[in-house]
C-alpha cells in the first residue's frame, strides 16, 4: 500500500513538472516558465496533501462526509444521505458532451429512484455559477422535458473527487491549465447505513448506463431485504439465488419451492411476498 502510494505520488510530482515544463513552452519568456513550474507545483501540492488523506474505500466501507456547496444550497452529505439510499456520481466538467447526456438521462429517472427511496446528488468539477448555467442547456437539450431536480456539487477544487478516489492513474498525469487532475466518471451508490455498497468507474470517453444503476440498485434492495443474491443480467420478476449459506431445508422453509442445479447454484422464484414487508 505504503509502496502504490509513494509511487503514485512520483508519478503525479514528476506530471507536475512536466506540465510546468508544457504550460511555459507556450509562454516563451522565462518569467512564464518559472510561474507555470511554481504553480504547477502548488497545485499538485495541494493534490497530494488531500491524496495523503483519501481513504481507502472498498465496497462495505463507510462513505466518507463533506461539506460541500451544491446548486440546491450547501450540504453535509451525510445529513442528505439521512435515512435514504444514494446515488453519487461524478462527471470531469460542466459543459460537456457525454456528460451532458448523462445528467439528462439521470434527470428523466428521477421517479424511478424516488420510488426505491433513492436520492441523485450529481458531482462536476466547476463552480456554482457554471453549474447553473449548463443546467439550463441539459434541461433544452437532453431532458426530454424534465427537471434536473436533484442537486450538483461543486467541487472546482477537486476536495470530494479526491476524497472518493474519483481520479484515475493516467488523469494524474492528465491535468488541467490548473495543474489538477481530472475527475472522472465514477457512481457510487450509498445505503441508509451510509456505506458504499457499489462502486462503477468509466473513463472521460464512455457514458454510463442509467438502467444499470437502477438494475444494481434493485439487486442490492432485493437482496437485503429478501436474503438472496441475482444472477448475471438479472432484472426484477427473474428468478432469484439462493446463496450458499442457506441449507436446503432453511431455503424450503423460506422460500418454499426451489430448483438445486447444482448443491451450490440453487434457483427460487422473485421472492414477491417478502419484498412486500
Ligand atoms: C464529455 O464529453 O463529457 C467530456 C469531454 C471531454 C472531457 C471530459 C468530458
Known amino acids: 500500500m505504503a509502496s502504490t ?5 512520483r508519478i503525479a510530482s514528476v506530471a ?12 516563451a519568456p522565462v518569467f512564464g516558465f518559472a510561474f507555470a513550474q511554481k504553480s504547477a507545483v ?10 495523503d488523506e483519501q481513504p481507502r474505500l472498498r465496497l462495505g466501507s463507510p462513505a466518507p462526509n463533506f461539506k460541500a456547496e ?14 435514504s439510499w444514494t446515488i453519487l456520481f461524478s462527471h470531469p466538467a460542466d459543459f460537456t458532451p457525454v456528460c451532458t447526456t ?39 437539450a437532453a431532458t426530454n422535458g424534465s427537471k434536473v431536480g436533484f442537486p450538483i456539487i461543486a467541487d472546482p477544487e477537486r476536495k470530494v473527487a479526491f476524497l472518493y478516489d474519483m481520479v484515475d492513474h493516467q488523469d494524474l498525469t492528465n491535468i488541467d491549465t490548473k495543474g489538477i487532475a481530472f475527475t472522472i466518471r465514477a457512481v457510487f451508490i450509498i445505503d441508509p447505513n451510509k456505506k458504499i455498497r457499489l462502486t462503477m ?13 437502477l438494475r444494481v440498485l434493485d439487486s442490492l434492495q432485493t437482496g437485503d431485504k429478501a436474503g438472496v443474491t441475482t444472477p448475471i443480467n438479472w432484472i426484477p420478476g427473474e428468478d432469484v ?3 450458499p449459506s442457506v441449507s436446503n431445508e432453511a431455503a424450503a422453509a423460506k422460500f418454499g419451492d426451489f430448483r438445486a442445479v447444482k448443491p451450490y447454484l440453487r434457483y427460487t422464484k422473485y421472492p414477491a411476498d417478502l419484498l412486500k414487508k
Not at 502510494?5 to 505520488?9: D, E
Not at 448523462?102 to 462536476?124: P, V, Y
Open 102 to 140: 448523462e445528467l439528462g438521462a439521470f434527470a428523466q429517472l428521477e421517479d424511478e429512484f424516488s420510488k426505491r427511496n433513492t436520492k441523485l446528488i450529481g458531482l462536476s468539477a466547476n463552480g456554482l455559477d457554471s453549474h447553473e448555467k449548463w443546467i439550463e442547456d441539459i434541461e433544452e
Open 70 to 83: 451544491t446548486t440546491h444550497g450547501p450540504i453535509d452529505f451525510h445529513e442528505f444521505i439521512g435515512d
Open 42 to 51: 502548488r497545485a499538485f501540492s495541494v493534490s497530494r496533501a488531500i491524496f
Open 241 to 243: 439465488i439462493v446463496p
Open 201 to 213: 468507474l468509466y473513463p472521460a470517453s464512455t457514458g454510463r448506463n442509467t438502467a444499470e444503476v
Open 16 to 27: 507536475g513538472v512536466r506540465a510546468g515544463i508544457r504550460v511555459a513552452s507556450a509562454r
Open 5 to 9: 502510494l509513494s509511487r503514485t505520488l
